[in-house]
């Protein structure tokens, strides 16, 4: 049984950084890509960056050039460092492999 679980969120005050894990369990992360998705309250899922290989990575134009996302095979996990946070990434985040999702971590910014 595949379990993904997202840990790292919190508060976080304009202009700060996070790094957000998705471990997996039941499954190898390293065969497919992995995604980060956000959804912010009254808002619809979004989806924010995808890693398919150590050198082929996409991103949602509104995190581009904050956000970071990476995979390390050896701990079957991706990571999702969030830096220079606005107001507008408040959500919980989501990470997905194929047709699984984990159950969330919060991100909060706020002043």
């Given at each position: 049984?595949?379990?993904?679980?997202?840990?790292?969120?919190?508060l976080v005050q304009p202009g700060?950084?996070?790094?957000?894990?998705?471990?997996?369990?039941?499954?190898s992360l390293s065969d497919y890509?992995?995604?980060?998705?956000?959804?912010?309250?009254?808002?619809?899922?979004?989806?924010?960056?995808?890693?398919?290989?150590?050198?082929?990575?996409?991103?949602?134009?509104s995190v581009r050039g904050r956000?970071?996302?990476?995979?390390?095979?050896?701990?079957?996990?991706?990571?999702?460092?969030?830096?220079?946070?606005?107001?507008?990434?408040?959500?919980?985040?989501?990470?997905?492999?194929?047709?699984?999702?984990?159950?969330?971590?919060?991100?909060?910014?706020?002043?």
């Open positions: 049984q595949v379990k993904l679980v997202e840990s790292g969120g919190g700060g950084s996070l790094r957000l894990s998705c471990s997996a369990s039941g499954t890509p992995v995604a980060w998705y956000r959804q912010a309250p009254e808002k619809e899922r979004e989806w924010v960056a995808t890693v398919i290989s150590d050198t082929v990575k996409n991103y949602a134009v956000f970071t996302i990476a995979r390390d095979n050896a701990a079957n996990a991706v990571y999702l460092q969030m830096n220079s946070l606005e107001l507008e990434d408040t959500a919980v985040y989501y990470c997905r492999y194929g047709t699984d999702w984990g159950q969330g971590t919060q991100v909060r910014v706020s002043s």
